[in-house]
T-cell receptor, first 111, second 113 residues
């Protein structure tokens, strides 16, 4: 199983760049890395997905080194509204892409 | 707006009541899911439906009964629940059963008294 490990919590200030690193040592060849964001009392929201190197969208960037055993979600210039829990997931390709959610990283952005 | 709508948003029920949670997706997806999220705990996958057939049941107690009449609608029927069943129940859908990118509803906050 491609279990993921990420920091339980992080603090930041408005305007800073935030990088959240996730390790997934047992990632398989066909696995993608997916990040979700969850606000309190809401469902998780898909942010970004990648397989290798770098992926960028209007919300974030995802950096994946060549060995793919880790990935880093980068949030540019965070605001108070980015305070949320961020989940790194590796859908289990050999089990129908089943999502196993861990504790996630609770990001707190301060003024 | 994620394209996945859950009703009701909040529900309070006694242990002897019977109630149902409803989920509707407007994304044309073929797979739908129920998750449970208890306070300060990770999301737990409960049920997976693909093309209206249940493909996974994660050892969920029989007091939770899912129903998927078509690919756009998913229900979770509740009866004789326990206080520890109080949680946020989330519905999600994905294009296919691989579930690689799932779109979640806002959830139903359930309190069992």
């Amino acid at each position: 199983l491609a279990k993921t490990t990420q920091p339980i919590s992080m603090d930041s200030y408005e305007g800073q760049e935030v990088n959240i690193t996730c390790s997934h040592n047992n990632i398989a060849t066909n696995d993608y890395i997916t990040w979700y964001q969850q606000f309190p009392s809401q469902g998780p929201r898909f942010i970004i997905q990648g397989y290798k190197t770098k992926v960028t969208n209007e919300v974030a960037s995802l950096f994946i080194p060549a060995d793919r055993k880790s990935s880093t979600l980068s949030l540019p210039r965070v605001s108070l509204s980015d305070t949320a829990v961020y989940y790194c997931l590796v859908p289990l390709y050999n089990q129908g892409g089943k999502l196993i959610f861990g504790q996630g990283t609770e990001l707190s952005v301060k003024p | 707006e994620t394209g996945v709508t859950q009703t009701p948003r909040h529900l309070v029920m006694g242990m002897t009541n019977k109630k149902s949670l409803k989920c509707e997706q407007h994304l044309g997806h073929n797979a739908m899911y129920w998750y449970k999220q208890s306070a300060k705990k990770p999301l737990e996958l409960m049920f997976v439906y693909s093309l209206e057939e249940r493909v996974e049941n994660n050892s969920v107690p029989s007091r939770f009964s899912p129903e998927c009449p078509n690919s756009s609608h998913l229900f979770l029927h509740l009866h004789t629940l326990q206080p520890e069943d109080s949680a946020l129940y989330l519905c999600a859908s994905s294009q296919d059963p691989s579930g690689n990118i799932q779109y979640f509803g806002a959830g139903t906050r359930l309190s069992v008294l």
